[in-house]
C-alpha cells in the first residue's frame, strides 16, 4: 500500500530560528494535505496543495508541492512559541476516499 | 471548534469489555472517519462512512465495527478490549466522499476519545 514517510520525526528550535519538515510518498499523489496539532489536542487542517510545483503561503508558513507529485514541504521562518505542535502531511488513495497520515514532525519551540 | 462533536472524552475500562464511542459530524457533512492515534504515533486510518454507507476501511481489526445511522451520527463499537487498544480515537468529518483536490475535501476532526483498558 501507500506510505508516507516524514523527517524528522522530532525537531527543536530556538525562538526565531526557521523550521522545514518533508514529507516523501512512496506513490505519485493528486493532491496533498498538512494539518497541525497542538500538543493534547486534535489535528487542525492548514492547507492542500494539488498542482505539481505549488507554493502555498500562510504568513510564515510556505508549503509546496513536488513536481513529480510525490513529495512536499512545511517550511516556517522565525518560528514562535505558538508554532509548537506536530505537523502532518497526508495524501489520499486506494479510490481516493481514504488519507494515509504521515508520522508527523514534531516541533518544539524553546522562548 | 471544528463543529464535530465526539464523546466520551475519556474512557477507563477493563480488558475483555466492548465500548461505543459516540461522533457527530458537522452540519452538512456526509463523510465520516475514524482514525486511532495511539501515544506518540501517527494517525491510522480505520473506516469511513459516507450517507450511511461503509465506503472505505483501513487497518480495523475484526473486533471493531461501526456504522452511519440515518442522522449521520457515527458510532465506533470496540469489543474483547486489550490494553494494546488503548488511544485517542478521533472522528473527522468532510463533503464530499472523496479527496480530489478540491475545497470540499478538507477533513474536520473531533477532539478526540480517551480510551484507557486496564
Known amino acids: 500500500g501507500q506510505q508516507v514517510m516524514q523527517i524528522p520525526q522530532y525537531q527543536h528550535v530556538q525562538e526565531g530560528e526557521d523550521f522545514t519538515t518533508y514529507c516523501n510518498s512512496s506513490t505519485t499523489l493528486s493532491n496533498i494535505q498538512w494539518y497541525k496539532q497542538r500538543p493534547g489536542g486534535h489535528p487542525v487542517f492548514l492547507i492542500q496543495l494539488v498542482k505539481s510545483g505549488e507554493v502555498k503561503k500562510q504568513k510564515r508558513l510556505t508549503f509546496q508541492f513536488g513536481e513529480a507529485k510525490k513529495n512536499s514541504s512545511l517550511h516556517i521562518t522565525a518560528t514562535q512559541t505558538t508554532d509548537v505542535g506536530t505537523y502532518f502531511c497526508?495524501?489520499?488513495w486506494g479510490a481516493g476516499n481514504m488519507l494515509t497520515f504521515g508520522g508527523g514532525t514534531r516541533l518544539m519551540v524553546k522562548p | 471548534d471544528s463543529g464535530v462533536t465526539q464523546t466520551p472524552k475519556h474512557l477507563i475500562t477493563a480488558t475483555g469489555q466492548r465500548v461505543t464511542l459516540r461522533c457527530s459530524p458537522r452540519?452538512?457533512?456526509?463523510?465520516v472517519y475514524w482514525y486511532q492515534q495511539s501515544l506518540d504515533q501517527g494517525l491510522q486510518f480505520l473506516i469511513q462512512?459516507?450517507?450511511?454507507?461503509?465506503?472505505a476501511k483501513g487497518n480495523i481489526l475484526e473486533r471493531f465495527s461501526a456504522q452511519q445511522f440515518p442522522d449521520l451520527h457515527s458510532e465506533l463499537n470496540l469489543s474483547s478490549l486489550e490494553l494494546g487498544d488503548s488511544a485517542l480515537y478521533f472522528c473527522a468529518s468532510s463533503e464530499s466522499a472523496f479527496f480530489s483536490g478540491r475545497g470540499t475535501d478538507t477533513q474536520y476532526f473531533g477532539p478526540g476519545t480517551r480510551l484507557t483498558v486496564l
Open positions: 452540519s452538512g457533512d456526509l463523510s
Open positions: 497526508a495524501g489520499p
Open positions: 462512512y459516507y450517507n450511511g454507507e461503509e465506503r
